[in-house]
C-alpha cells in the first residue's frame, strides 16, 4: 500500500528562449539573464525544461553552456524542443510540430543536427534545410 499520495513536479515543456528565431520576445537589455534568473526565481521550482526554438538546437546548447557555468541548477532535466513550422495554415495561424528529444545519449545533440539538415522545407518560394 501506497503511504502518500501523487507527487507533483512542474515541468515546462514549451519555452522559448532569447534570440528564438521566429519568436524572440526578449527586450530585455540582458535578455539570457532575464530569461535564467525567471526560471530560478520560479515558485514552484521548474525542475524540467525543453529548451524550444525554430528548426535549430543552437539555443538548447547555449542553455547548456549556461548551466555548465553554474545556471539552472535546480533544474534536473533539460532537453531540446525544435518546433517545425508547417506550410500549412488553420484558422488562427500556422500548424506546429515539436520534435522533444530525450537528452540520455551523450551524442544526442549531434545526433540531432545530423536529422535536422536530411529535413528540407518550402518557405517563401524558397527550399531551406534544418541548418544555420
Given at each position: ?6 507527487e ?19 527586450g ?105
Amino acid at each position: 500500500m501506497l503511504s502518500r499520495g501523487s507527487e507533483w513536479r512542474r515541468w515546462e515543456p514549451h519555452i522559448h528562449t532569447p534570440n528564438t528565431v521566429l519568436n524572440n520576445q526578449f527586450g530585455h537589455s540582458d535578455p539570457w539573464n532575464q530569461y535564467l534568473t525567471a526560471i530560478e526565481e520560479n515558485t514552484p521550482k521548474i525542475e524540467a525544461i525543453a529548451v524550444t526554438d525554430y528548426y535549430l538546437p543552437d539555443n538548447y546548447e547555449k542553455t547548456l553552456q549556461y548551466r555548465e557555468n553554474g545556471r539552472l541548477s535546480d533544474v534536473k532535466l533539460i532537453f531540446p524542443n525544435i518546433e517545425m513550422r508547417l506550410d500549412a495554415a488553420a484558422k488562427s495561424g500556422f500548424i506546429n510540430i515539436h520534435l522533444l528529444v530525450s537528452p540520455e545519449d551523450p551524442e544526442h545533440v549531434t545526433e540531432l543536427n545530423r536529422v535536422l539538415r536530411q529535413l528540407k522545407y518550402r518557405a517563401y518560394g524558397e527550399a531551406f534545410e534544418c541548418t544555420r
